[in-house]
């Protein structure tokens, strides 16, 4: 080594006797004894020569001075350049993960737009690329604030003014996205994006809120007032050129004020009772009114019924008089006849019935077989009729 003692006499690094004491570099002190300074001549020297044997500059130690100048300047040299071009390398590629959209600037002006994946371009600062995640969701929320985990109400954000003058607390997050598309427009055209949907957001909801009422807030009117807010916020936001997507806008709390709440729940209790007795007594009149009409229908039917079978009737009774007429008039005193005796026949079906014919000596009893007893009859039927019989017999004797 440079620094080794040569000739025995100690340590590497020795100042005074034995030999000559010599420095760590391999040169002696310089007039007189104890430690000296290096020799800077020599330092540089032999750096350029280590650099001419990395690069491949120059001989041995052996050159001319111009020689040792020469090969002295090609190594900084070279080593700049190589560090040149490595930057040069490593800023002219990039890469485009699959969640962001390659925005690429020249000189600040946008030139295109590329897909995920590795892409080249002009070295810096010639071309620069933005990559902005267009598929990330972004949340806000307005009208609270998450403080160690519990909401905070915001009321500057949260007051409005309702369609029936009411005040009401509300608060509500939107969710937005960049669109892929227009990410150019969403890093150019507006300077603060979150800001700008937060103030278009509020100010779509108190709209919304003030053509509602309090009470369709709290019940059926939800839905259609967070769908109402984001058609209007993102055509404002269309117009505005921001390149924002939003996916939702969600209603959190719809409640009155805390210092009417108390006052708010009452009302809203004696609403409730109200309408469950509108309900009771509508359930009431769609019972009776459904059994009245029934009730209706069914003498309504009857009578119609009745008068079916009348009409009827009268009409077959007029048909058989005209059917009997007509018989008559082909022969009238054999139908005469037999209409008298057809009328007897029903008239003493049931009597109890004596026979008188005129004999000579005068009226006489005719004895006959009385049928019509033969008959089974009730015993008060028979006693009646046996009775009556009995007192017709005696008459008539």
């Not at 009772?273 to 009245?292: F, G, H, K, M, S």
């Amino acid at each position: 080594m440079p620094w080794e003692n040569k000739n025995g006499g100690g340590g590497g690094w020795q100042g005074g006797g034995g030999g000559g004491g010599r420095g760590p570099w391999g040169q002696g002190p310089q007039g007189g004894g104890g430690n000296q300074p290096p020799d800077l001549d020599e330092l540089i020297r032999r750096g350029q020569e280590k650099f001419r044997q990395v690069f491949g500059g120059g001989g041995g130690g052996t050159g001319n001075g111009a020689g040792q100048g020469s090969g002295g300047a090609r190594g900084p040299i070279l080593l700049i350049l190589v560090a040149i071009i490595g930057i040069l390398a490593f800023t002219s590629f990039f890469r485009v993960n699959a969640n962001e959209k390659g925005i690429v600037l020249r000189f600040g002006e946008l030139v295109r737009t590329v897909q995920p994946g590795l892409h080249f371009k002009f070295p810096y600062p010639i071309e620069t690329v933005m990559t902005p995640a267009v598929t990330n969701i972004t949340s806000i929320d307005i009208g609270m604030r998450s403080s160690g985990g519990s909401p905070i109400s915001v009321p500057e954000e949260s007051l409005m003014l309702t369609g029936d003058e009411n005040i009401v607390d509300i608060s509500f997050s939107v969710q937005w996205r960049i669109k892929a598309e227009q990410a150019s427009d969403f890093l150019f055209n507006v300077e603060n994006p979150e800001l700008a949907v937060k103030a278009v957001a509020e100010s779509m909801m108190r709209e919304a809120v003030g053509s509602s009422e309090i009470e369709v807030l709290q019940t059926t009117g939800r839905s259609e007032v967070q769908e109402q807010v984001r058609i209007g916020l993102q055509k404002t936001l269309d117009e505005y050129g921001a390149g924002i997507d939003i996916t939702e806008v969600k209603l959190q709390k719809v409640d009155p004020p805390g210092q009417v709440l108390d006052a708010f729940r009452d009302v809203q209790a004696a609403r409730a009772d109200q309408e469950r007795l509108r309900n009771q007594a509508e359930t009431y009149a769609n019972t009776v009114i459904p059994r009245a009409r029934g009730e209706a229908a069914k003498i309504r039917q009857a009578a119609e019924a009745y008068r079916e079978q009348i009409v009827a009737e009268a009409e077959g009774d007029a048909q058989r008089f005209l059917s009997i007429y007509n018989e008559y008039r082909k022969a009238e005193d054999v139908t005469r006849r037999r209409i008298y005796l057809e009328t007897m026949q029903e008239v003493f079906a049931d009597l109890n019935k004596i026979v008188v014919t005129n004999g000579a000596g005068g009226q006489n009893v005719l004895p006959y077989l009385p049928l019509n007893e033969l008959k089974p009859k009730s015993s008060g039927t028979s006693s009646a009729a046996g009775s009556n019989g009995n007192q017709s017999t005696n008459g008539g004797r």
